[in-house]
């Protein structure tokens, strides 16, 4: 009997220490192994065995983080007041460090990319923030990653998702685009002016050379007017043709007379 009841310890035992000392860890993690509280590295991807009561392991995960960046007021070098919000894409590189230089690398990254983007964007321009954000991003994403690298962490990539306006700056942006567009219009419209009365000009040396042709380009428009047929026509006659009629009034009485 007693001998079944420490068989029976001994079995409870080690099923207790199977899982304190079998560890597994996935393809996107690594184990990070402390003996008596001293780093002896990291481990994984796979199964492996620790020291049970000596060896502690933490557990990092090596996949890309997708982390928001909480809305920031920030006031532009031009003193506007715009509600900016970014997202970073981050992962660790270095599992030792992730644990042993930080106490929380994820919320370490968090509140150095919200600093960043209020230092950066406070140094830019409206017009740059609206323009130019990719050569923002870069310089977000070059920064941050710098603060990060001591802690085993690369960021990759920083994108502004959002800028927001107050109501009064909306107006006057939209003021300004709709005044822009109408100065091209008008510089469009003295374009087209312009090249017009240069054709006119060519077009009147031509028919100053050839008269005949002015009586073409009359009848041409005789002919468009006509072709609407819902228009009256006055057709002048030149005063020449006049004086033929006349001439041959004032010769027939004469005429008529000698034949009496």
Same mark, same amino acid.
């Given at each position: 009997?007693g001998?079944? @009841?420490?068989?029976?310890?001994?079995?409870?035992?080690?099923?207790i220490l199977?899982?304190?000392?079998v560890?597994?860890?996935?393809?996107?993690?690594?184990?990070?192994?402390?003996?008596?509280?001293?780093?002896?590295?990291?481990?994984?991807?796979?199964?492996?065995?620790?020291i049970?009561? @000596?060896?502690?392991?933490?557990?990092?995960?090596?996949? @890309?983080?997708?982390?928001?960046?909480?809305?920031?007021?920030?006031?532009?070098?031009?003193?506007?007041?715009?509600?900016?919000?970014?997202?970073?894409y981050?992962?660790?590189?270095?599992?030792?460090?992730?644990v042993?230089?930080i106490?929380?690398?994820?919320?370490?990254?968090?509140q150095?990319?919200?600093?960043?983007?209020?230092?950066?964007?406070?140094?830019?321009?409206?017009? =740059?923030l609206?323009?130019?954000r990719?050569?923002?991003?870069?310089?977000l994403?070059?920064?941050i990653?710098?603060?990060? =690298?001591?802690?085993?962490?690369?960021?990759?990539t920083?994108e502004?998702?959002d @800028?927001?306006?107050p109501?009064?700056?909306?107006?006057?942006?939209?003021?300004?685009?709709?005044?822009?567009?109408?100065?091209r219009?008008?510089?469009?419209?003295?374009?087209?002016?312009?090249?017009?009365?240069?054709?006119?000009?060519?077009?009147?040396?031509v028919?100053?050379?050839?008269?005949?042709?002015?009586?073409?380009?009359?009848?041409?428009?005789?002919?468009?007017i006509?072709?609407?047929?819902?228009s009256?026509?006055?057709?002048p006659?030149?005063? =020449?043709?006049?004086?033929?009629?006349?001439?041959?009034g004032?010769?027939?009485?004469?005429?008529?007379?000698k034949?009496?």
């Amino acid at each position: 009997m007693g001998n079944i @009841v420490i068989i029976v310890i001994i079995v409870l035992f080690v099923l207790i220490l199977i899982p304190m000392t079998v560890k597994i860890v996935a393809e996107y993690e690594r184990g990070v192994i402390f003996r008596l509280g001293r780093l002896v590295g990291a481990r994984g991807p796979g199964l492996f065995l620790i020291i049970p009561f @000596v060896d502690r392991m933490v557990k990092v995960d090596l996949r @890309v983080v997708t982390m928001d960046v909480p809305p920031q007021d920030v006031i532009t070098k031009d003193n506007v007041t715009v509600r900016v919000n970014a997202v970073v894409y981050f992962r660790v590189v270095d599992p030792e460090a992730s644990v042993v230089k930080i106490l929380d690398h994820i919320r370490g990254t968090s509140q150095i990319s919200q600093t960043t983007l209020r230092n950066v964007l406070g140094q830019s321009e409206l017009d =740059d923030l609206l323009t130019a954000r990719e050569k923002i991003n870069q310089t977000l994403q070059q920064i941050i990653d710098e603060h990060t =690298d001591p802690w085993g962490v690369k960021v990759s990539t920083v994108e502004i998702k959002d @800028v927001e306006l107050p109501e009064t700056m909306r107006r006057s942006m939209a003021a300004q685009a709709e005044a822009e567009r109408e100065r091209r219009a008008k510089i469009i419209h003295a374009d087209g002016e312009f090249q017009a009365s240069e054709r006119l000009a060519e077009a009147g040396a031509v028919i100053a050379k050839e008269p005949t042709t002015l009586q073409l380009r009359y009848l041409q428009t005789l002919t468009e007017i006509a072709s609407e047929r819902n228009s009256t026509i006055i057709f002048p006659l030149p005063i =020449d043709m006049f004086k033929a009629f006349a001439g041959l009034g004032a010769s027939k009485p004469p005429e008529e007379k000698k034949s009496r």
